[in-house]
């Protein structure tokens, strides 16, 4: 993405201009539908304009949140179409699936509060939202106050490094690493549990 933030570098002198906001704005709304896609490093780049070029901190917030929340809807209205498909035929596949639906309609204003701190799952936790019948206005609120704290976070960077880019974005990369790390570790752990609960129903079965 290094040609992005080369592009948006040569007019960010050009205090609040348009572009930048519809740039920012249109990338924090892919990486929600392809998540692959580097949106914080835009994000990051949104921080500098603040900092480094007198740019809107409200603007470019508000652009921001409304790309995620964008964003955000499309993998909504995913998981609502997915929800209207019937279960598959596999029980392990239909239990998996109504353990999510469960777990979101117990806790998803939790979730997707969070979403937006743990990288690469971002767009799953709101087709799982869509999959649970969650209401289109709670998935706007909670997912904007997520976006919202997220950007604070950034912006708050921004402010005690200076419009430096690439300290920026070292700091999200080891971020990024610790969240996969403890991703990775809840999922094991996860994993473990139920393989204990399955091999105890079993020998209560024996039994």
């Given at each position: 993405?290094d040609?992005?933030t080369?592009?948006?570098i040569?007019?960010?002198?050009?205090?609040?201009h348009?572009?930048?906001?519809?740039?920012?704005?249109?990338?924090?709304?892919?990486e929600?539908?392809f998540?692959?896609?580097?949106?914080d490093?835009?994000?990051?780049?949104?921080?500098?304009?603040?900092?480094?070029?007198?740019?809107?901190a409200?603007?470019?917030?508000?652009?921001?949140?409304?790309?995620?929340?964008?964003?955000?809807?499309?993998?909504?209205?995913?998981?609502?179409?997915?929800?209207?498909?019937?279960?598959?035929e596999?029980?392990?596949?239909?239990?998996?699936?109504?353990?999510?639906?469960?777990?979101?309609?117990?806790?998803g204003?939790?979730?997707?509060?969070?979403?937006?701190?743990?990288?690469?799952?971002?767009?799953?936790f709101?087709?799982?939202?869509?999959?649970?019948?969650?209401?289109?206005?709670?998935v706007?609120?909670y997912?904007?106050?997520?976006?919202?704290?997220?950007?604070a976070?950034?912006?708050g960077?921004?402010?005690?490094?200076?419009?430096?880019l690439?300290?920026?974005?070292?700091?999200?990369?080891?971020?990024?690493?610790?969240?996969?790390a403890?991703?990775?570790?809840?999922?094991?752990?996860?994993?473990?549990?139920?393989?204990?609960?399955?091999?105890?129903?079993?020998?209560?079965?024996?039994?």
């Open positions: 993405m040609w992005l080369d592009w948006l040569s007019f960010a002198s050009e205090r609040n348009p572009l930048g906001f519809a740039v920012l704005g249109g990338s924090a709304l892919v929600y539908v998540p692959p896609f580097p949106g490093t835009i994000t990051l780049f949104g921080a500098v304009l603040i900092t480094g070029y007198g740019w809107s409200a603007g470019i917030a508000l652009a921001v949140v409304l790309g995620s929340v964008g964003g955000s809807l499309l993998d909504h209205w995913i998981g609502l179409k997915l929800r209207a498909r019937p279960r598959p596999d029980s392990a596949r239909r239990e998996s699936i109504d353990r999510l639906i469960a777990r979101f309609e117990r806790h204003p939790a979730y997707l509060v969070v979403n937006r701190f743990l990288p690469g799952i971002r767009a799953l709101f087709v799982a939202a869509g999959m649970a019948g969650m209401r289109r206005r709670d706007i609120l997912g904007a106050i997520s976006v919202a704290l997220w950007n976070l950034l912006i960077l921004g402010a005690a490094l200076g419009a430096n690439d300290a920026l974005g070292a700091w999200v990369k080891r971020y990024t690493a610790l969240s996969w403890v991703l990775g570790a809840a999922a094991v752990a996860y994993l473990a549990w139920r393989l204990v609960l399955r091999r105890r129903r079993r020998r209560r079965g024996d039994g």
